[in-house]
């Protein structure tokens, strides 16, 4: 009987080509895109398209086709799994939206906004594609690439927070994940597209400690632990009221933003711990054997703009004041000599800034 559901994966780093390996293995068809360029791994797949997991997932399947042709992606798939950073969503988006058809399920990992964006682009650009959008708050996976036919999953969460745009396509959104996942991981759903994206927990444990572990990430980049070297019971300290921050920002939105510690325990398995620095320094935790770390990595130069700036926008447009977020910003962008302020993912950006805080909610739904 053919497969109800054709996917097409859009973005071939860690997360893309583990969904197309979990989507392969569950048999169905999955076809992957490339968007950049033909990399010796993507030559390497053309010819033996085999991708698998290993780790806490073990399986392996064949994907359908790899191609930088997005049109031929898309073609026949009626589901689209857009798995890039988010400074990638609007080209990705700009590429997607001409190719759009009635019926499509488009899922965002993770959305970062990005929902958002691609029903503004969408509007925009004059597209009438009866849709669904939908956006996680994280990837499922913890993962990383081995080599060209195999994803290293360190550990898949246990629960994820999804929200659907139209709401009423949030069942059925829901259903074909957990088809995807063969019941492996459940989820929740989220009051809209906006709480999915403010409830991303790298903007609380990403930036911070690579701000505050400069000189030694320089020094030992290759060996450095972001997580079990980089978090110190302080920098946790720090890390939790930059998290309350962002909690407070949800609850003047009218939105449940659920914190750091709750959704690290909802992912990977609840203990007694108290603190962050006491989680990821639990049995539970995910990121032991996570090793590497760059000054110039994408938990500053994806998550600052990607994520603490749009959240600083919606904050000022909500009245509420985010300190350490507005600090975390400046730091960052006076080290790498960047304005985030300014090339971030801002309500301009987002074609957002002419929209009060309760229309913007709104427009999540």
């Not at 991708?51 to 997005?70: A, K, W, Y």
């Not at 300014?342 to 805080?357: H, I, P, Q, S, V």
Request: proline share 5%; net charge negative.
């Amino acid at each position: 009987m053919e497969a109800k559901w054709r996917f097409a994966v859009l973005g071939s780093g860690n997360g893309g080509r583990a969904f197309c390996a979990q989507a392969a293995a569950a048999g169905y068809p999955v076809r992957l895109f490339e968007p950049l360029e033909e990399t010796e791994d993507i030559k390497t797949l053309k010819k033996d398209p085999v991708m698998g997991l290993e780790g806490d997932l073990n399986c392996s399947g064949t994907v359908d086709r790899i191609t930088l042709d997005i049109a031929e992606a898309m073609d026949g798939a009626n589901v689209l799994l857009v798995v890039v950073p988010s400074f990638a969503h609007q080209p990705i988006f700009e590429k997607m939206i001409p190719h759009l058809v009635d019926g499509q399920h488009i899922v965002i990992f993770p959305g970062n906004f990005g929902g958002l964006r691609l029903k503004r682009m969408m509007a925009n650009a004059g597209c009438k594609a009866k849709v669904s959008i939908s956006e996680t708050a994280s990837l499922p996976y913890a993962c990383r690439i081995k080599d060209a036919h195999t994803v290293h999953v360190y550990k898949l969460k246990k629960l994820m927070k999804v929200a659907t745009s139209p709401c009423e396509k949030g069942t059925e959104a829901v259903a074909i994940l957990k088809a995807l996942f063969a019941e492996k991981m459940d989820f929740k759903a989220a009051k809209n597209l906006l709480e999915a994206s403010l409830d991303n927990i790298n903007f609380t444990l990403h930036p911070l400690p690579v701000l505050l572990n400069f000189g030694d990430i320089e020094k030992h980049s290759s060996t450095f632990r972001h997580y079990m070297d980089g978090i110190t019971p302080l920098i946790s300290d720090l890390q939790e009221k930059m998290d309350e921050e962002r909690i407070a920002l949800g609850r003047a939105l009218g939105l449940t933003l659920v914190s750091t510690m709750q959704q690290l325990k909802e992912y990977y398995g609840a203990n007694d711990t108290t603190t962050i620095y006491d989680y990821v320094n639990s049995p539970e935790t995910p990121y032991a054997d996570l090793v590497g770390q760059k000054v110039t990595s994408r938990y500053l130069t994806e998550d600052v703009p990607g994520l603490l700036v749009p959240a600083l926008c919606l904050a000022k447009k909500a009245g509420v004041s985010m300190p350490i977020v507005e600090a975390t910003v400046k730091i960052a962008s006076v080290v790498h000599g960047t304005d985030y302020m300014a090339r971030g993912l801002t309500l301009e950006t987002l074609d957002l800034d002419g929209f009060t805080a309760t229309e913007i909610v709104e427009h999540g739904k």
